[in-house]
């Protein structure tokens, strides 16, 4: 057999590999459906004649083991066709806000920076994570988002603080954020 034909041969191994790869991490986020954060809303900031605009979206999610907490993200969306095909590596600017959205609860206890949410920001070693921590000092949730790769991850990022308050005049007990620390 020609060299030529051995490298179509594993070439084409390669490739459905490939296709094998994509379509289990497809599965896995579709598995994952129920924790995606809600779009709040999307604002175009590149326009592209043919194929989706460059834009920035806003989301929000609610912390899934401190109840009476929300966090807001806008982070930025590739246009193109590689975008609109999931292939676009999205950078790593990402912004904060979270808050306290009622009376704090906390559901059980966690480890200082702990992951809170994260999300897919590229086809394969690319992610988002927003991590929780505790001031115990202070009563304070602090949260942060970054996002990282497998071989090099990025110093960008942003901090965003909850001091945990009375909800009302009903609410009189204030829980301790050091309390649910591991």
């Not at 991490?25 to 994952?32: D, P, R």
């Not at 704090?104 to 394969?124: P, W």
């Not at 921590?133 to 090099?152: F, T």
Request: aromatic letters at 10%; a positive charge.
């Amino acid at each position: 057999m020609s060299l030529l034909g051995s490298n179509f041969r594993f070439g084409w191994l390669r490739h459905g590999a490939h296709a094998l790869v994509a379509v289990a991490i497809g599965t896995a986020s579709v598995a994952h459906a129920a924790d995606e954060p809600d779009l709040i809303f999307r604002r175009s900031t590149v326009f592209k004649w043919l194929s989706p605009n460059d834009k920035l979206a806003t989301y929000g999610v609610d912390d899934p083991e401190v109840e009476g907490v929300a966090c807001h993200f806008t982070v930025p969306e590739k246009g193109g066709f590689k975008g609109w095909l999931g292939l676009a590596e999205e950078v790593s600017d990402i912004s904060l806000a979270c808050r306290q959205i009622g009376p704090i609860k906390f559901k059980n206890k966690s480890d200082q920076g702990e992951d809170m949410f994260r999300q897919r920001r590229s086809l394969f070693f690319k992610k988002m994570q927003i991590v929780r921590g505790c001031d115990a000092k202070r009563n304070v949730l602090v949260y942060m988002v970054y996002s990282d790769r497998i071989i090099e991850g990025s110093p960008k990022n942003s901090t965003s603080s909850v001091p945990i308050m009375p909800w009302g005049q009903a609410d009189t007990a204030i829980e301790k954020c050091g309390d649910f620390i591991k």
